[in-house]
């Protein structure tokens, strides 16, 4: 049974480091960044509630039918991501975007310098777990739980190991159980 506990405990703390990895350290591997999709305007490309990574994209380099974060003109407070449909070149770069689940395009053209990066995939449902988490990782809780309990479990086993390592008796317990052990089976 403890040795089903160590396993468990070990699984979940992966996991966890897992999760913070992909979370934390992707966007920095590809010089991104990352957004929650808060509306349904992208789908079924982009349901609401998913993680979107975000890259810095040349705006002379986006194509048709790429999909593109941008601060719409009437609030640059918020990003949108909307597929480009048709790209205009009169005196400036503009783009026309619509989302999928849109029947028509949106009423304004998106100037080049609006344009923040270009979305390279999103995972669905993931946005809404990450939003949950950085909201209670913020907290004492979160705190306690994330960084306090895995350091003392970490501390924790390693002093044991350390003890261990260096009695004596404990040694000679361990040789006289494997020895039983192979006589047995």
């Given at each position: 049974?403890?040795?089903?506990?160590?396993l468990l405990s070990y699984i979940i703390l992966a996991l966890i480091?897992?999760?913070?990895?992909?979370?934390?350290?992707?966007?920095?591997?590809?010089?991104?960044?990352?957004?929650?999709?808060?509306?349904?305007?992208?789908?079924?490309?982009?349901?609401?509630?998913?993680?979107?990574?975000?890259?810095?994209?040349?705006?002379?380099?986006?194509?048709?039918?790429?999909?593109?974060?941008?601060?719409?003109?009437?609030?640059?407070?918020?990003?949108?991501?909307?597929?480009?449909?048709?790209?205009?070149?009169?005196?400036?770069?503009?783009?026309?975007?619509k989302g999928d689940a849109t029947e028509e395009s949106d009423p304004?053209?998106?100037?080049?310098?609006?344009?923040?990066?270009?979305?390279?995939?999103?995972?669905?449902?993931?946005?809404?777990?990450?939003?949950?988490?950085?909201?209670?990782?913020?907290s004492w809780w979160g705190l306690l739980v994330f960084v306090a309990?895995?350091?003392?479990?970490?501390?924790?086993?390693?002093?044991?190991?350390?003890?261990?390592?260096?009695?004596?008796?404990?040694?000679?317990?361990?040789?006289?159980?494997?020895?039983?052990?192979?006589?047995?089976?």
């Amino acid at each position: 049974m403890k040795k089903f506990a160590k396993l468990l405990s070990y699984i979940i703390l992966a996991l966890i480091i897992a999760f913070f990895t992909v979370v934390l350290l992707m966007p920095t591997v590809f010089l991104g960044s990352l957004a929650i999709v808060r509306s349904s305007s992208m789908e079924p490309a982009m349901p609401a509630g998913a993680l979107a990574l975000l890259v810095p994209v040349d705006p002379q380099k986006v194509k048709i039918g790429d999909i593109i974060a941008f601060d719409p003109t009437w609030d640059p407070d918020v990003t949108v991501s909307h597929r480009v449909i048709d790209i205009r070149r009169d005196g400036q770069l503009l783009f026309d975007t619509k989302g999928d689940a849109t029947e028509e395009s949106d009423p304004y053209y998106v100037p080049a310098e609006r344009v923040h990066g270009r979305v390279v995939f999103s995972v669905p449902y993931l946005g809404f777990a990450a939003n949950d988490v950085s909201g209670y990782v913020r907290s004492w809780w979160g705190l306690l739980v994330f960084v306090a309990v895995p350091a003392v479990l970490l501390i924790g086993i390693t002093f044991r190991d350390v003890s261990r390592s260096t009695n004596r008796r404990y040694k000679r317990t361990q040789l006289i159980l494997k020895r039983r052990q192979r006589r047995a089976g």
